[in-house]
């Protein structure tokens, strides 16, 4: 996906970039493959994937959830800063809090809060089930299966707030005990399902809402 295919996809889920976000989305790039030598953040370095695999995916979280209308957002399990910086760029309104379990990743993570000049934004060194805190939304992208993640974050979703799993196939992991185990706490509001542009790989949106 080079630039142009990224702003075209973009607009068809309602995000339009100005200048200076582009800039910090190609500046956080070269972040990102600087610090990839020193510590393992990624294994898609080319740009037209980056682009692809981590902005625009990152994004689509924008098919499921109004982003303009969020406050506050934890990203669980960040790692690289995904999808949590490339939010906070496209949509600096938020306050957003980004977790990880590794203190070399969130070292990287302040170099780029600091280097893009991000406000409003922190990166904090733990695990998700041992951090407390209220989010209208909480966001956790290719971390643990859905049973799991269940236990990693709802206790961080306000009332009436969401949890958005980002995930390839979900079909494995949403089998009956499952997903009446999450009923039972839980809304299952929504499971949106869609391929990536250009290569189609699977992708779905599992939205819960906190009674």
């Given at each position: 996906m080079n630039k142009t295919e990224f702003l075209e996809y973009l607009k068809k889920i309602n995000i339009t970039p100005n200048k200076k976000q582009l800039e910090q989305l190609d500046h956080f790039y070269h972040l990102l493959i600087e610090w990839n030598k020193k510590i393992n953040l990624t294994r898609i370095t080319e740009?037209?994937?980056?682009?692809?695999?981590?902005?625009?995916?990152?994004l689509t979280i924008n098919r499921v959830i109004d982003?303009?209308?969020?406050?506050s957002l934890c990203d669980v399990g960040t790692g690289a800063g995904f999808?949590?910086?490339?939010?906070?760029?496209?949509?600096?309104?938020?306050?957003?809090?980004?977790?990880?379990?590794?203190?070399?990743?969130?070292?990287?993570?302040?170099?780029?809060?600091?280097?893009?000049?991000?406000?409003?934004?922190?990166?904090?060194?733990?695990?998700?089930?041992?951090?407390?805190?209220s989010f209208d939304l909480v966001t956790s992208r290719a971390v643990a299966n859905i049973e799991?993640?269940?236990?990693?974050?709802?206790?961080?979703?306000?009332?009436?707030?969401?949890?958005?799993?980002?995930?390839?196939?979900?079909?494995?992991?949403?089998i009956?005990?499952?997903?009446?185990?999450?009923?039972?706490?839980y809304?299952?509001?929504k499971l949106e399902k869609f391929n990536l542009p250009i290569e189609n790989s699977k992708r779905a949106l599992l939205v819960l809402k906190n009674k």
């Open positions: 740009e037209k994937e980056v682009y692809l695999k981590h902005y625009y995916d990152c982003l303009k209308k969020i406050k999808p949590g910086i490339v939010i906070k760029i496209l949509f600096p309104h938020i306050k957003i809090t980004l977790i990880d379990s590794l203190k070399k990743r969130i070292d990287y993570l302040n170099v780029i809060i600091k280097e893009l000049e991000l406000e409003n934004i922190e990166a904090i060194h733990i695990r998700g089930e041992d951090f407390k805190g799991k993640l269940v236990k990693y974050t709802m206790h961080l979703v306000s009332q009436n707030g969401f949890f958005v799993a980002m995930k390839g196939n979900v079909d494995d992991e949403l009956k005990p499952v997903i009446n185990k999450i009923k039972s706490k809304i299952i509001y």
